[in-house]
């Protein structure tokens, strides 16, 4: 999937297109491999091996993931905000929906944080 636009704006936008399309292969290929990662719901990972494995843990432990984005906003020319509404079925079918922040650090076209409260 080409992206011209490596804005931070642009690449967080991708990212959660990947993620709803479940498409881990290209989110992989989006991240730095010393990003890390901080989530109130899953932890806090340092590298691209932790942060992809505890991604692909988290897909499969769903029968659906589907997050929406709420608003957008570029904090600085690096940090992006999104407010999203993700609606999620977990491997027990029950369905689950939660509000939150996701906020992205993106340099040169390349995710080197992600936080999630």
């Given at each position: 999937m080409e992206n011209?636009?490596?804005?931070?704006?642009?690449?967080?936008?991708?990212?959660?297109?990947l993620s709803n399309e479940g498409n881990?292969?290209?989110?992989?290929?989006?991240?730095?491999?010393?990003?890390?990662y901080s989530s109130v719901n899953t932890g806090?990972?340092?590298g691209i091996t932790d942060i992809m494995d505890m991604m692909?843990?988290?897909?499969?432990?769903?029968?659906?993931?589907?997050?929406?984005i709420d608003s957008i906003h570029a904090l600085t020319?690096?940090?992006?905000?999104?407010?999203?509404?993700?609606?999620s079925i977990d491997s027990t079918g029950k369905a689950v929906k939660r509000q939150g922040v996701e906020r992205?650090?993106?340099?040169?076209?390349?995710?080197?944080?992600?936080e999630v409260r």
């Open positions: 011209n636009d490596q804005s931070s704006k642009a690449i967080t936008q991708l990212y959660f297109n881990l292969s290209a989110i992989q290929a989006l991240i730095i491999p010393e990003a890390t806090l990972y340092y692909e843990s988290y897909f499969k432990s769903h029968k659906s993931l589907d997050w929406r020319d690096y940090i992006t905000e999104v407010k999203f509404t993700c609606n992205l650090v993106v340099v040169d076209g390349l995710i080197r944080h992600i």
